[in-house]
Nanobody, 116 residues
């Protein structure tokens, strides 16, 4: 089992920045990929960014150049630095970890609201 605790969401004006954190605990040795998804009201959950244990990253086209995902393996923590935020980035952001056995665990979500 892996437990994930997110922090860092909040309200920010368009053009501003936020940094999300997600700390993993439990069977952290089994974690391969960590990342972030988001879900806006009335929309499906979508990938934002993921990072492997080796540091390879993948981003949604909508956030490339604005968001940066990073990972501290020693702390079992993944970060999402979000710059140049837009109102369309408003969503609940969920941390996810996937083990080498392809099992996924989700955090409880943190609200990010970008005002125009």
């Amino acid at each position: 089992q892996v437990q994930l605790v997110e922090s860092g969401g909040g309200l920010v004006q368009a053009g501003g920045s936020l940094r999300l954190s997600c700390a993993a605990s439990g069977s952290i040795f089994s974690i391969n990929v960590m990342g972030w998804y988001r879900q806006a009201p009335g929309k499906q959950r979508e990938l934002v960014a993921i990072i492997t244990s080796g540091g390879s990253t993948n981003y949604a086209d909508s956030v490339k150049g604005r968001f940066t995902i990073a990972r501290d393996n020693a702390k079992s923590t993944v970060y999402l630095q979000m710059n140049s935020l837009k109102p369309e980035d408003t969503a609940v952001y969920y941390c996810v970890s996937t083990t080498r056995g392809a099992r996924s665990y989700w955090g409880q979500g943190t609200q990010v609201t970008v005002s125009s």
